[in-house]
């Protein structure tokens, strides 16, 4: 009994010896059990979770089996440099093309992405010099009649993703995620405490409770018996990249929220969370007949830049940012008490490529939207009334 107690047990040790040894030294290689730093265990694990996301058939999964885990898709795709590849797209739009390659690549751009060249003012390819000037193409006069019957219009070309009342501080980017109201626009600043020049801090709201974001909704809504709305609209690549003005406001200040630039694609904006509050982007805050209004251009991959037709001073797309860090500028000066005045469908600003336009505005609690949750709307179009 003796002999056969050892015979067996010296079998499991050598069943052991070749299931155990292997597992060891692959978790060894994956650096699993190695004092390494915690970038350099991503580093290592990098290359396999995209071949583990890549490779059909779950070709990696038996690693699970000796402690490996992926690195998630949020975090994989947070640590690409979109910020840099932005800044390179953005040089690349402005190399003027030979004459005989222009036609080729608009075309093929048109044809990828359904772009209606009958409405630009020039339908000559040739016109444009460079990519940069393709996608900024202005339209004819009359191709977005401005909807005159209306309060608000829409100020692009694009895609409705959500609108509605904001309820308790929450604003929905997409169906079902939301992103904080102060976490987007950042704390709310009294006028007398606004920079006349420009100034910085740090973005971001502190106040969590929920009696805290309570009262910066409410700092928001300067009229008795009026309600906070939002509307969200996605430009695609191949929408017309010009924004408008959406009604007749006046423009006080100007927040620039440096930032991420993450591909604002609403199947991006499902699964990470508070995309808008991560990335780029450009917060103009006035007033309108009702109260408070603002319009938010947010940046996105591949967007190098925004542009603000009256701001020169801004700057998007800098190699270099504090993260959560926030400039203000005010437009309203000694001289100027009125601030910026802009009529409805008057020209704005534009994107490089596509983006998003987030709209926040006070108004009475009879006001409507006239939309459907993914349609599609054009520039000039009516988003609700009174």
């Not at 992405?113 to 460079?130: I, T």
Request: charged fraction near 20%.
């Amino acid at each position: 009994m003796m002999c056969q107690s050892n015979t067996l047990q010296g079998a499991d040790l050598h069943k052991g010896k070749w299931l155990q040894f292997p597992q060891l030294a692959l978790r060894r290689r994956l650096g699993q059990l190695s004092c390494m730093s915690r970038p350099a265990l991503k580093l290592r694990s990098w290359p396999l979770t995209i071949l583990y996301y890549l490779l059909p058939f779950g070709a990696l999964k038996p690693l699970s089996r000796v402690g490996w885990r992926p690195v998630s898709r949020v975090t994989l795709y947070k640590s690409v440099p979109t910020r840099l590849l932005s800044r390179a797209w953005g040089r690349l739009n402005q190399v003027e093309l030979p004459t005989w390659l222009r036609k080729p690549v608009y075309s093929l751009y048109i044809w990828t992405f359904g772009v209606n060249m009958k409405e630009a003012a020039v339908e000559d390819l040739d016109h444009y010099r460079n990519l940069s000037e393709f996608f900024s193409r202005k339209l004819k006069p009359q191709a977005r009649p401005v909807c005159g019957l209306h309060s608000v219009i829409s100020p692009s070309d694009g895609k409705i993703l959500n609108f509605g009342q904001v309820q308790n501080c929450e604003v929905e980017q997409v169906k079902g995620v939301t992103y904080s109201l102060e976490s987007f626009l950042g704390p709310r600043d009294t006028p007398d405490d606004l920079p006349l020049s420009g100034g910085s801090g740090n973005g971001g709201g502190q106040a969590s409770a929920a009696t805290a974001r309570s009262s910066f909704q409410s700092q928001l809504v300067t009229k008795e018996g009026n309600e906070l709305y939002h509307c969200v609209i996605y430009l695609a690549p191949g929408d017309y990249h010009c924004f408008h003005s959406p009604t007749d406001w006046r423009v006080a200040h100007r927040r620039h929220f440096p930032g991420s630039l993450m591909s604002v694609n609403p199947g991006v904006a499902r699964w990470i969370k508070e995309l808008f509050c991560h990335n780029e982007r450009v917060v103009l805050t006035g007033d309108w007949k009702h109260g408070f209004f603002s319009l938010t251009a947010v940046g996105a991959t591949n967007v190098g830049s925004i542009r603000i037709y009256f701001d020169r001073d801004l700057h998007t797309n800098s190699p270099r940012y504090s993260k959560g860090s926030y400039n203000d500028f005010s437009f309203i000066t000694h001289s100027n008490k009125e601030g910026i005045p802009m009529r409805k469908g008057e020209h704005l600003g534009e994107f490089n490529l596509g983006s998003t336009i987030v709209l926040i505005f006070e108004a009475p609690k009879d006001f409507n939207f006239h939309l459907k949750p993914g349609q599609k709307i054009r520039f000039g179009e009516a988003l609700g009334s009174l």
